[in-house]
């Protein structure tokens, strides 16, 4: 979402553009202006065709954008936060901070998503039967009204068959959430629904893939392009969901504690970086520092990647408090959770790592991407079996 155009903020929601958005939006309306409008509202002006496109991709982008903030507010009230919405080239993405708690909580953010689709085909279509009034103005040629009653039609076509497209049971589909939080709930385990969604999205993209080449070598080579290309995404992102269920299944069976790097230096915060951190490090550079307040609150984590683009000048001015990150932005864990549940907290979080809490509130260690990457190539400990 870095390199995204932004287009502000919604209900606190940061909405973006991507640029390939634009690439895409630009052939829709080029297709719908000398192809799909003027075939079927014949007797226009050229102008009107465009501009028809131009209002249709734009209407189009705009259900993508319903799809996404349907996500993003069902996740909102199911406890989940939402760093942002994304149109790109593909359609679009809601980056939430965590994994659904439940898998009830999971279905209804999932399915809000091609419902909202479904219930603007609706509006589209009943928009586009009123504007069309009698049957005849479908045969085209009727002047500007057939050209709104065409592009309602086009609008109804697409956002239904986005919404059915997308409850196809398959990752990384809306269906396969879906299909996930069923397998959840029924066998009470999150790592087996995802495998299951995962195995069917690389059998849905195979046979898209396989669609599309069969496509080109009958002389349909644009669409066959287009399906080859969404075969091969949806089996790139399966593949990388089975990977890291993989991870996820490994991680859970340690704790923080196992991966952790045990007691970081807590210095106090008002010290310079100079004076706090040369001591603390005694030649060995630590992964993080805590800076303390003078009644023993910890207020912040300094890391070493943020020491490093301080200019050594600076270092004997600038205090530990103004440049360590707050402690509001630190992401927290106990030193008995699961391993696993680090992945959401560390996901797009700008510190990089997890201060890590004995129980009792002391701080016990830090851990970050390197240390889950170690401890995901370690042997699983063995799990006790259960009856």
Same mark, same amino acid.
């Given at each position: 979402? &870095?390199?995204?155009?932004?287009?502000?903020?919604? /209900?606190?929601?940061?909405?973006?553009?991507?640029?390939?958005?634009?690439?895409?939006?630009?052939?829709?309306?080029?297709?719908?202006?000398?192809?799909? !409008?003027?075939?079927?509202?014949?007797?226009?002006?050229?102008?009107?065709?465009?501009?028809? =496109?131009?209002?249709?991709?734009?209407?189009? !982008?705009?259900?993508?954008?319903?799809?996404? %903030?349907?996500? #993003?507010?069902?996740?909102?009230?199911?406890?989940?936060?939402? &760093?942002?919405?994304?149109?790109?080239?593909?359609?679009?993405?809601?980056?939430?901070?965590?994994?659904?708690?439940?898998?009830?909580?999971?279905?209804?953010?999932?399915?809000?998503?091609?419902?909202?689709?479904?219930?603007?085909? #609706?509006?589209?279509?009943?928009?586009?039967?009123?504007?069309?009034?009698?049957?005849?103005? !479908?045969?085209? =040629?009727?002047?500007?009204?057939?050209?709104?009653?065409?592009?309602?039609?086009?609008? @109804?076509?697409?956002?239904?068959?986005?919404?059915?497209?997308?409850?196809?049971?398959?990752?990384?589909?809306?269906?396969?959430?879906?299909?996930?939080? #069923?397998?959840?709930?029924?066998?009470? $385990?999150?790592?087996?629904?995802?495998?299951?969604?995962?195995?069917?999205?690389?059998?849905?993209?195979?046979?898209?893939? =396989?669609?599309?080449?069969?496509?080109?070598?009958?002389? *349909?080579?644009?669409?066959?392009?287009?399906? %080859?290309?969404?075969?091969?995404?949806?089996?790139?992102?399966?593949?990388?969901?089975?990977?890291?269920? =993989?991870?996820?299944?490994?991680?859970?069976?340690?704790?923080?504690?196992?991966?952790?790097?045990?007691?970081?230096?807590?210095?106090?915060?008002?010290?310079?970086?100079?004076? @706090?951190?040369?001591? @603390?490090?005694?030649?060995?550079?630590?992964?993080?520092?805590?800076?303390?307040?003078? *009644?023993?609150?910890?207020?912040?984590?300094?890391?070493?990647?943020?020491?490093?683009?301080? *200019?050594?000048?600076?270092?004997?001015?600038?205090?530990?408090?103004?440049?360590?990150?707050?402690?509001?932005?630190?992401?927290?864990?106990?030193?008995?959770? +699961?391993?696993?549940?680090?992945?959401? /907290?560390?996901?797009?979080?700008?510190?990089?790592?997890?201060?890590?809490?004995?129980?009792?509130? $002391?701080?016990?260690?830090?851990?970050?991407?390197?240390?889950?990457?170690?401890?995901?190539?370690?042997? +699983?400990?063995?799990? +006790?079996?259960? $009856?």
């Amino acid at each position: 979402m &870095k390199n995204d155009i932004p287009l502000g903020h919604i /209900r606190g929601i940061r909405v973006g553009l991507s640029w390939s958005a634009l690439l895409i939006a630009g052939f829709y309306v080029y297709i719908l202006a000398t192809y799909q !409008f003027p075939r079927e509202a014949w007797g226009l002006a050229s102008s009107a065709y465009w501009f028809a =496109g131009i209002v249709g991709a734009a209407a189009f !982008f705009a259900s993508l954008f319903v799809h996404e %903030m349907s996500h #993003a507010l069902m996740a909102r009230r199911q406890g989940v936060g939402v &760093k942002g919405i994304t149109l790109w080239l593909l359609g679009g993405y809601a980056e939430l901070e965590s994994e659904p708690r439940t898998s009830g909580a999971q279905f209804l953010i999932a399915v809000v998503g091609p419902a909202s689709n479904l219930v603007l085909g #609706a509006i589209f279509w009943t928009a586009h039967r009123q504007v069309a009034g009698s049957p005849d103005v !479908f045969t085209g =040629g009727y002047g500007t009204e057939s050209l709104v009653a065409v592009t309602l039609g086009w609008l @109804a076509f697409v956002n239904v068959l986005l919404g059915v497209f997308n409850l196809l049971p398959a990752a990384p589909l809306d269906g396969g959430q879906l299909f996930s939080a #069923a397998i959840w709930a029924v066998t009470g $385990r999150r790592s087996a629904g995802r495998r299951w969604a995962a195995y069917a999205g690389v059998a849905l993209g195979a046979l898209g893939a =396989g669609y599309g080449l069969v496509s080109m070598q009958s002389n *349909d080579s644009m669409n066959g392009i287009w399906f %080859m290309f969404i075969g091969w995404w949806i089996v790139s992102v399966a593949l990388a969901d089975l990977r890291r269920t =993989g991870v996820e299944n490994t991680l859970s069976t340690m704790t923080a504690g196992d991966a952790m790097i045990p007691n970081p230096p807590i210095v106090p915060d008002a010290l310079t970086i100079d004076r @706090a951190i040369g001591p @603390a490090w005694s030649g060995v550079v630590p992964a993080a520092v805590c800076a303390q307040a003078p *009644d023993g609150r910890i207020t912040g984590v300094l890391t070493a990647a943020q020491l490093s683009n301080i *200019d050594p000048t600076s270092r004997a001015t600038i205090p530990l408090a103004q440049l360590a990150f707050p402690i509001d932005r630190v992401a927290i864990a106990a030193t008995d959770e +699961p391993l696993s549940a680090l992945l959401d /907290r560390l996901r797009g979080n700008a510190v990089g790592r997890v201060l890590i809490l004995e129980r009792d509130g $002391r701080v016990a260690g830090t851990v970050g991407i390197a240390e889950l990457d170690a401890a995901a190539r370690r042997r +699983p400990r063995a799990v +006790p079996a259960t $009856r």
